[in-house]
């Protein structure tokens, strides 16, 4: 889950197949209780890895998403900045 703002990724740029949901919307999206949800949140156990800029917002999400009882939430250490400077594969946020 992609949780950049729009900026950053037009600016620099998609995991390519990541989800995007901007922080502000994330609990409400990926709550499988919730009539808001995703398809993609089909119960508490499914795997979520967070993406912020730099890995901060990230670990707080992940620990929002822990307190909804999806246990299996986690973060991405470095977020997006550590994935493109691993030289891992970036797309326009566009050709997703």
Known sequence: MDIRY???RER???IPGAL???RNEL???LDPR???RLPE???HGIRVVVVCNEGYASSLAAES????GLRRATDLVGGFQAWRAA???VSAEGSR
């Open 6 to 8: 729009a900026a950053l």
């Open 41 to 43: 949140a089909t119960g």
């Open 27 to 29: 609990e409400w999206r």
């Open 65 to 68: 998403l822990h307190r909804l």
């Open 12 to 14: 620099d740029g998609v």
């Open 87 to 89: 030289g891992l594969p």
């Open 34 to 36: 919730g009539s808001h």
């Open 20 to 22: 995007v949901i901007e």
